[in-house]
């Protein structure tokens, strides 16, 4: 099975990747990735040059680019979380690979995700709210390009949605529960 993840700058995707490595599943992050291949061109790790290089990888390659570099990594057999699909595109592109994928979604409200940025002080996060806006518009929805940064419609399209805007007991039951949907059938059978 492989658990795609998506959602909004700093709506909490860790918690939801944390608690399925937990159980088991292999990470594979789309932005480690992209910062091997920026480093090895000598590039800058900002979040603009991996959103670049994501962007300029789907148009050469195909939308599923880096979905496809992500599958070559992987093993028959094996859970795999696949985080963070940022184009639709890259979800069609896996479920026609392989029929045992689900996308995950998680996002909270603007405000509350720029009060956790501000409070992880990740070097590439933005350091102003009009920052946040600029790069959070951009990763919803990039309108100059159809294969790039379209997490909005990830997330409309997400087989499961986690609303992470209380805290982190609320966010674990809706974890557990998307959990139990997706594994209990396969338990049964």
Same mark, same amino acid.
């Given at each position: %099975?492989?658990?795609?993840?998506?959602? !909004?700058?700093?709506?909490?995707?860790?918690?939801?990747? @944390?608690?399925?490595?937990?159980?088991?599943?292999?990470?594979?992050?789309? !932005?480690?990735?992209?910062?091997? %291949?920026?480093? $090895?061109?000598?590039?800058?790790?900002?979040? =603009?040059? %991996?959103?670049?290089?994501?962007?300029?990888?789907?148009?050469?390659?195909?939308? #599923?680019?880096?979905?496809?570099?992500?599958?070559?990594?992987?093993? $028959? #057999?094996?859970?795999? &979380?696949? /985080? !963070?699909?940022?184009?639709? @595109?890259?979800?069609?592109?896996?479920?026609?690979?392989?029929? /045992?994928?689900?996308?995950?979604?998680?996002?909270? +409200?603007?405000?509350?995700?720029?009060?956790?940025?501000?409070?992880? @002080? $990740?070097?590439? /996060? +933005? $350091?102003?709210?009009?920052?946040?806006?600029?790069?959070?518009?951009?990763?919803?929805?990039?309108?100059? *390009? +159809?294969?790039?940064?379209?997490?909005?419609?990830?997330?409309?399209?997400?087989?499961?949605?986690?609303?992470?805007?209380? *805290?982190? =007991?609320? !966010? %674990?039951?809706?974890? =557990? =529960?998307?959990?139990?949907?997706? &594994?209990?059938?396969?338990?049964? @059978?």
């Amino acid at each position: %099975m492989i658990i795609g993840v998506t959602g !909004s700058i700093a709506a909490g995707k860790e918690t939801l990747t @944390g608690f399925l490595r937990e159980k088991g599943f292999i990470y594979f992050e789309t !932005s480690a990735l992209l910062k091997e %291949m920026l480093t $090895k061109k000598g590039l800058e790790l900002t979040r =603009e040059n %991996m959103q670049n290089l994501g962007d300029d990888l789907r148009k050469k390659h195909g939308i #599923g680019a880096l979905m496809e570099l992500l599958l070559g990594k992987t093993e $028959k #057999g094996k859970n795999y &979380i696949f /985080d !963070s699909l940022r184009n639709p @595109g890259e979800a069609d592109f896996l479920r026609n690979e392989i029929g /045992d994928f689900f996308l995950i979604a998680v996002d909270a +409200p603007r405000e509350v995700r720029f009060k956790r940025i501000m409070q992880r @002080g $990740k070097p590439s /996060d +933005p $350091k102003t709210y009009e920052d946040f806006l600029r790069v959070d518009e951009r990763d919803l929805c990039d309108k100059d *390009n +159809p294969l790039g940064q379209q997490v909005k419609k990830c997330i409309e399209i997400a087989d499961f949605k986690i609303i992470n805007d209380t *805290n982190l =007991e609320s !966010s %674990m039951k809706q974890v =557990e =529960e998307i959990y139990k949907q997706l &594994i209990e059938p396969k338990n049964a @059978g």
